[in-house]
Nanobody, 119 residues
Framework: QVQLVESGGGLVQAGGSLRLSCAAS????????MGWYRQAPGKQRELVAT???????SYADSVKGRFTVSRDNTKNTVTLQMNSLKPEDTAVYYC?????????????WGQGTLVNVSS
């Protein structure tokens, strides 16, 4: 099994920046895609950004040009650099990883980290 631990959330003023990090641990796995999702109060969880082992990235339209996702394949970590933050970016951010193991193709989620952007 893969465990994901996130860090880096917090309170920031609009226009500011935050950097989220996520580290995968466990044994006997090979990670495919990693990414970030977020869930604002009263809303459904939505995709923010994904990155694959090849380096291919994709972003939600709402964060393009402001957020950058990157990963270190050797350390099984993924980061989300968030710039020019807006109050509507306020949400709990979750790290997700898709991976192969002896049990097949699986997914893992982190516990979530709160990002609160004040106006």
């Amino acid at each position: 099994q893969v465990q994901l631990v996130e860090s880096g959330g917090g309170l920031v003023q609009a226009g500011g920046s935050l950097r989220l990090s996520c580290a995968a641990s466990g044994s006997g796995f090979s990670i495919s895609g990693m990414g970030w999702y977020r869930q604002a109060p009263g809303k459904q969880r939505e995709l923010v950004a994904t990155i694959f082992t090849s380096g291919t990235r994709s972003y939600a339209d709402s964060v393009k040009g402001r957020f950058t996702v990157s990963r270190d394949n050797t350390k099984n970590t993924v980061t989300l650099q968030m710039n020019s933050l807006k109050p509507e970016d306020t949400a709990v951010y979750y790290c997700k990883a898709n991976y192969w193991s002896a049990y097949g193709f699986r997914e893992a989620w982190g516990q979530g980290t709160l990002v609160n952007v004040s106006s």
